[in-house]
C-alpha cells in the first residue's frame, strides 16, 4: 500500500505530490512546477504521527525493560526466600 501526500514547493507554492514511504527529510528533489530545487517536508499530522509513532516505541521499550528488570526481582526476592528458608530449616534445627 503505498499512501501519498503532498507538500508545498518552498519556491513558487506548488503542491508537489510525493509518497510517504519513500520521504525521507531533507529530500530535496527539483519541483515540477518552477523547476527550483526544494525540499520535502510532510504535513504536519504525518509529521506528529511519525514521531508519536517513535515516541511509543521508546516508551513501550522502556516499560518492556522496567518489567523485565522487575520481573527478575521479584524472581531474585522469591529465590533469595526460597534459600532462605531452606537455610533455615537446615541449620535451625540442629541447636
Ligand atoms: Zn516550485
Redesign the pocket.
Known sequence: MSSETKCK??????H?IFSVENFKSGTVIA??????K?ALELPFHLEYAMHLRIAIGVVLLIVAAIAIQSHFKTLDAALDKTADSAAQSFGGHGK
Open positions: 514547493c518552498r519556491r513558487c507554492g506548488g508537489i519541483c515540477p512546477h518552477c523547476g527550483e526544494t
